[in-house]
């Protein structure tokens, strides 16, 4: 398995804010998890493939996956 840099590598998300990453052939796919009840900065991340939105941060409990 090859390792690639990512959004995490390169910018410390909040507490409570989960990260895990799939690649496949052609894509990489990143998701974000909010397990607080507060809103969370992530910073500009990409566009939420679940809401079509630009996604900068995470209301309570939300999940955001991007598409790479």
Known sequence: LGL???LADI????DEV???VRSGENN???FFLNYSAD???IGD???DMLTGET???LKP???AVVKH
């Open 4 to 6: 690639t840099k990512t």
């Open 11 to 14: 910018r410390e998300l909040p």
């Open 18 to 20: 989960g990260y895990y």
């Open 28 to 30: 990489t796919y990143e």
């Open 39 to 41: 809103s969370k900065n």
């Open 45 to 47: 991340i990409g566009t």
């Open 55 to 57: 996604i900068s941060a």
């Open 61 to 63: 409990y939300q999940v």
